[in-house]
């Protein structure tokens, strides 16, 4: 893997209609945004060969919607993916590396925003990149980072919906 892409699930509803964390979905604002974010990434040729997703209803919707963006890409839905730490999305994506050049993980917080900053802080990135992924990773944010020959990550972009106007793609 010489890229990975951590996109953050988008907008979701409050609370489920069967109270259940796991079947919230998103939102009307929420499917926009998925969708818009999935052109985005596209666009900036952040496509990946294989999409990690979770399988909370909200990750897999986040997908659905944006995977048009990404023609190409295979899919797989994994259950280590939701209520994860950090370390457990680390061990996901070492069980799959395989061929794919860039893989994306769809998930959550605060899984996704730790990890990327775990990244960061162990390539001894740049501070004022390690700074803006600390700022936030609100939902529909995507974190790309490039991995040098030793494994080192570099940000390469950081994606936030908001500064991506509804023309956008």
């Known amino acids: 893997m010489h890229r990975l892409i951590l996109f953050r699930h988008a907008k979701t509803e409050t609370r489920a209609p069967g109270g259940e964390d796991f079947d919230r979905a998103l939102t009307e604002r929420g499917r926009a945004d998925a969708k818009r974010m999935g052109r985005v990434l596209a666009n900036a040729g952040m496509a990946p060969d294989l999409a990690l997703v979770s ?16 023609p190409p890409a295979r899919v797989e839905f994994r259950d280590g993916l939701y209520d994860a730490t950090p370390q457990e999305v680390a061990a996901e994506l070492e ?6 050049a860039a893989v994306m993980v769809v998930g959550h917080n605060p899984s996704l925003h730790e990890l990327a900053i775990n990244l960061l802080e162990e390539s001894c990135a740049d501070p004022a990149d390690i700074e803006r992924v600390s700022a936030g990773f609100p939902t529909s944010s995507a974190a790309a980072f490039r991995f040098d020959g030793d494994g080192r990550a570099c940000l390469e972009a950081l994606f936030h919906v908001r500064d991506h106007g509804a023309d956008e793609g």
């Open 55 to 70: 399988p909370a209803i909200r990750a897999h919707e986040t997908w659905d919607l944006a995977s048009p963006a990404f």
């Open 95 to 100: 069980k799959c590396v395989g061929d794919a």
